[in-house]
DNA sequence: CATGAATGAGTCTTCATTCAT
DNA sequence: GATGAATGAAGACTCATTCAT
């Protein structure tokens, strides 16, 4: 029957009315994002870590430093949380790899294209990775790929003005997209595996050979 | 004094030899290979279609007709059946991609290893697609790969050879792989996500710009 | 300015300093030690009626009138349980040997022990059948026996006493020992087994054995 | 579709009659009685080492030499073998245990069933464990311990004989068994976990006190 | 908003026993 | 008598989720 005390860092923080003898919370931004970005980022490692079946929420509240209920005040469910996960995280790399990337001619374009997914890869292995387990998972085929597709309509029109200035090959589209990142993925799975170094003159090789593919 | 053949209901099957004293018997495998091949068959189906963390042995045995337990009579445990199974499975898509590939100049080999691929793969929908999951799964990286990698070993002996022969662009053999394989693999999953087609012209197509890619 | 006692339905249960603003807590275990104490129970009973190898944990999750995965709450596995659940009993039941043994004569004070232990004996036949049990399973040997030894301490000290003043035979403790316990003990089984009555006059020649035996 | 020779060393001991084309075993003693004994040990020295419930039937079966099903055509089932194995084990005992014991006092016929007692147990570590580990478990109280009380006659015929040459305290049987066989029994626990010497020394004394401890 | 306890519904795996030879 | 394969039933343990605060 002992009192104890408790620390009052972060967690404490209302103010108690008197009167009605009920407590508020004076801080009113309910949802913690940087909590959101936390289980983000323990989701993300433990799934690369472990995978899919055998990464329980309970592991995930742990490495993330909150509780497993916390988990479910910002996300319905598991399946709901891996797929905002996957959203999430398609769009910040989608987001960095078409980055400065306007008023350049095609060829100079799609190059930088490239450097930036290879920089986007380097510096997010572990998104990266989470990326393509998910995408060859059946998660995938439960989701909505509309919204992920749209962040990259950038290379769609790319391609399409590429093709407007006659500079590749008459091939449809999805051929010409084969060439292009496909490449550089399996080259960095590679790399994350310690089989390829990402070195200036590889990657001039890899850019060159992706428009070696599909100039005209 | 000749060697008769004792009558066998189903499963003892042997002969003896009078002379010798000595008793043979003709198929050893008492296990019934037909079962593992029902387990192998039920997982693939499964894991494609709910995943690996939705794939209970309960289901993949009642998929196979067997009882759970059977499935440990073959396999120590749940990671070493889908290991096996990967291995397995593997082998067997080597076999095909470089099957009727020899005595052929380079290129016209390189574009046959491609047929064949596009072959297994709309021949083997359900193997392809688990083969992509599990090799961006973490399961892969417990995995000896060398293994699976000797299944491969004539692709890089085309390499080697095309190398040779100098006509290939003078670029890694890591850079030159990216550009034959991950394309079609690429295409293939649109082709089972109903977003493309592989019909003759973009079969052409994709040999086409692979070999533009890598070739001098 | 007084400190106001918030009312609280079951488990919360905290008082708050107007002036100070800071929270106590009054009774930090949530954990409901009743559910511990009531799989203890379950756990000795049915171990007595089924034996380890035939009570699962779901028979004793029923028997305690919770779910099996509270145990798990509770403790690390089953080894876990078993083993804490003979520490604490073999704890409490030092505790009830050793009463009251103090300033009394050597053999007033071992014939106060036979006593207790016959007391404990007849007041928790399920715990000591229990003991009985774990002592003579392997259990035993992955236990780290010290802690279990401790609670037996008072009898290694009545021992050396008894042989500073002279009164026992110049023997072993080892052997001293071996005519105190275990003849109450088998005893105690035969009790059990409706074979023996712990009658007031019995209870004396057993003390009175037990002296014969260890005195000059 | 190998033909495989089989090793002909135990196994194979049977005639062929040409005529009927059937097969004979030579060896018509069925039921081998070294199997018996093998799946006897076997089953003794896992049960000390793991338990009751860490035991299973095919690890008897590795350990013993023997297919599992070949344990089934010598008993019933597990609780079967089980009991079968503790009677034989208990038998074997008291026959050794009262062995050469006849013609002498009582003093010196009780010090030589002790002494034959610690013989035993020194010389059958694992079975004295097996006897002390199933005594204690609720196996025990499933037995008809009648039978296995019988092995016991000569014990209760001493101290009958004891009784009516007035040599022994005027108390029951059972009091005095308990200063008899227990405290030896202890010592050879504590023997067995290395915590005590079955010196020449100690042997007389242990009978010294139990002579003490029972004389009138 | 945050959380620790609690749990029902599973999950992998084991195992005593039987079957077919 | 002996056996390896096969299995139904059960066991230990896990986990996504909810509950109560």
Redesign the pocket.
């Known amino acids: 029957m002992t009192v104890k005390k408790i620390e009052s860092t972060k967690?404490l923080n209302f103010r108690v009315d008197y009167n009605r003898m009920t407590v508020y919370y004076t801080n009113m931004r309910?949802?913690?994002n940087s909590?959101k970005e936390a289980i983000y980022q323990a989701t993300i490692l433990l799934l690369n870590k472990d995978g899919f079946s055998?990464?329980?929420?309970?592991k995930i509240a742990k490495h993330a430093g909150?509780?497993?209920?916390?988990i479910?005040?910002y996300f319905e469910?598991?399946?709901d949380m891996l797929k905002k996960l996957y959203l999430d995280t398609k769009q910040k790399m989608g987001a960095k790899m078409f980055a400065d990337t306007d008023g350049m001619d095609i060829k100079a374009s799609l190059a930088k294209v490239i450097r930036n997914y290879i920089d986007y890869i380097r510096e997010n292995k572990e998104a990266f990775l989470f990326l393509q387990q998910f995408t060859n998972s059946p998660y995938m085929s439960e989701l909505d790929d509309q919204e992920a597709n749209n962040y990259f309509t950038p290379m769609y029109q790319l391609v399409k003005r590429g093709r407007q200035e006659g500079v590749f090959k008459n091939v449809d589209d999805d051929v010409l997209f084969a060439y292009i990142e496909p490449p550089i993925t399996e080259a960095a799975k590679r790399y994350f595996r310690g089989e390829f170094e990402f070195t200036d003159v590889r990657i001039k090789s890899l850019i060159e050979l992706a428009w070696s593919a599909i100039k005209k």
Chains 1, 2, 3, 4 share one sequence.
């Open positions: 967690k309910y949802k913690d909590k055998a990464t329980p929420m309970s909150v509780s497993p209920s916390t479910y005040v469910n598991k399946d």
